[in-house]
């Protein structure tokens, strides 16, 4: 049977060791990077980072985290500049907008009177949520501490792989209790819940989250989900009870009815029930009751499941049964963490350099998070438990974003990863009955978020690269099945309507990535034909503005807006034309000659870089607050220009990346913004995923290891001879003259050394 990750309660794992004064990797991650929703900062409505700090483990199934909010664009839950905490959640989202969901089974520890209402960022007293001293935040890989200063309670949180525990240390206190808000959920409210007092230490449960209930999208995102639980209280209960809310049938559970007025009183008042042993209902919360001396600690041990009350009890009894104490399973994260980190070392850069990258690092292994219980159950896409030991079911894929950087990174240090991730992809297609995969997957929800087809070009980028732990032959056929069904347009040759250039784009991408399978498949006939559907982008270009331009049905161009290409959504996703256009990877050569050739396309894309604003925040020119950009300073390897390339790509990681709360310049995407930045700092990114190669850049660091799953190494070298030598002079690969401006993929997964001498200019 295989499992995520299996840990043996009390056992310490081996830590891995930076190399710098005896610190773990693990010391070097600040969770704080990122985990602000600020739009004043960002300039933009779409906020910062938008991580969460609290404490997770790699790939796991739980983020235990604080809470700040429940309404807006806040899709973590958290936002650094808020005053007061919620409680603290067993499930988060990294680094996504679209109003967010889960925060799921939200706990807080309370002194005196109980309130059954959260209260808000403007009245925090009036509900039960606390402000907190921001000194006394802490937030390391694997853990996370506040104090909370209405209830002068010291709060702690650590993750298991499929649980957590918290710790909360009281003041005297007549009445002191932990309470759990089961109706609690980012971006709207769970629809129905059900608590279960198994003996006097232990209850157990479930939370129902459906569209109805908001979430995803506000509801339009289709999450359907249900998280079942099993906690385990150090202190006996002999006080403890219910409180329900009245929720009229057929009321509004999305996001505005949650955050209202009447939505307020009506959980200020919910009914509260002593001492019942089971409840069901449609807004619950529980609470235990007992009076405590400064310095108790009570502690609540919870493992979670989206299979079943039994999943949940048997992930407990696999990681949280037994005597361990809270710093043993604090200790645990932290060694999973140091284990995971160890697939890239790093050594030169300056403390906040090597804290960038880790924290990095660490983002990047969040998502896809396991989906699956230590029994092999897992919840399919067609509402049923399956079971299997073939791979670990996976969920939570931002298409749009991380088929850029995210999965090209793993299939470098996580192939397994990206293993599992196909087969998931292939069974939740089997499962609902589409045969199609979609391009931002929750919890086995088709949301439909963004465009494009991206769980295309991670198949092809796997596929290509010798990544073969799943049925290709199957995976190739829902491909075309994809490809066929959405975005493509045959009578057209190209995709109409409000986001024309973007689709058109992406899809011919999309469609060359299926060509790359075809041929790997000699599948000659269908290679033929989707290289040529990869063409599409040639159908939108306008000769006359000398630029993509968004087509309407008929054949006619849509209207030309004052501010031409630079007009943010005009046939865009997120984005102008002027960013969107650059975005052929698959046919450089074609777009140039369309752009009117190498000198005129060389000097366009000068003129964007040089136009953008030295912070990075969200912009016209390169705006690197967002995806569609993100290849872009590569262009200037394959535009004859390779010292661009590496002017700008270290400008980018030392201007848009921060040790510090707004030091993601844009949303993080489930790993992709920080993803990126692993590769450009190492000295090379793909500039086409699918095509098995990377383009070179200069290095941040001195040194780069990549410790291979194969147990080979990657190392990337740099002599400096000053701070500001960024430009290379020359570079070898095992001691022979690199030739052009790119690597194979074969050659850092053969292991081996790739060595630039810098130079200024």
Known sequence: MKKSIAIVSGLCLSAALCGHAGERLSDYVNPIIGASTSTTIAHAEHGLGKTFPGAATPWGMTQVSPNTITGGDNGSGYSHEHTSIEGFAMTQLSGIGWYGDMGNFLVMPSVGQLRTWRGDLDNPEAGYRSRYDKNSETAKAGYYGVHLTDYDIHAEVTATPHGGVMRFTYPDADTARVQIDLARRVGGTSTRQRIEVVNDSTIRGWMRCTPDGGGWGNGSGNANYTVYFYSVFSRPMTDYGVWTALVPAGADRHLQSVTSEEFARRTASAEVVRGIKAYEGNHLGFFTEFPTAKGDAVTLRTAISFVSMEGAEANYNAELAGNADFAAYREQAASLWDDALAKITVEGGSADDRTIFYTALYHTMIDPRCFTDVTGEYPGADGRAHTTDRYTRRTVFSGWDVFRSQFPLQTIINPEVVND??????????????????????????????????????????????????????????????????????????????????????????????????????????????????????????????????????????????????????????????????????????????????????????????????????????????????????????????????????????????????????????????AWYILAASGFHPLCPALPEYEITSPLFDRITYNLPSGKQFIITADRPSPDAIYIDSVTLNGEPLTGTSIPHAAIINGGTLHFTLKTL
């Open 421 to 674: 991730m196909i087969n998931s992809f292939i069974d939740m297609a089997q499962e609902n009955g589409t045969g199609v995969y979609d391009r931002w997957e929750l919890l086995n929800a088709y949301s439909g978020c963004m465009l494009g087809n991206p769980a295309i070009s991670v198949i092809a980028d796997a596929a290509v690269k010798g990544i073969d732990g799943f049925d290709l032959a199957k995976a190739y056929g829902q491909c075309r099945r994809t490809a066929d069904t959405i975005g493509h347009h045959p009578e057209l040759g190209y995709s109409p309507g409000g986001s024309s250039i973007s689709e058109t784009l992406e899809y011919a991408y999309f469609d060359w990535c299926v060509a790359q399978i075809a041929r790997l498949m000699d599948d000659k006939t269908a290679e033929t034909d989707y290289l040529a559907r990869g063409q599409a982008f040639r159908n939108i270009f306008d000769t006359e503005k000398g630029w993509f331009r968004p087509r309407n049905a008929d054949g006619s161009w849509a209207e030309w807006p004052e501010k031409g290409r630079m007009q943010e959504w005009y046939g865009c996703m997120e984005c102008n034309p002027y960013q969107q256009g650059w975005f052929v990877p698959h046919d450089v050569e074609g777009m140039v000659e369309l752009m009117g050739g190498r000198e005129a396309a060389l000097a366009d894309l000068q003129s964007m870089f040089e136009n953008t604003p030295v912070e990075f925040w969200w912009n016209e020119f390169y705006n690197h607050a967002n995806e569609p950009v993100h290849h872009i300073p590569f262009l200037f390897n394959r535009l004859g220009a390779p010292e661009l390339t590496q002017k700008w790509t270290n400008h980018i990681c030392r201007k848009a990346y921060r040790n510090a709360v707004d030091g993601l310049c844009g949303n993080e995407d489930v790993g992709q913004m920080s």
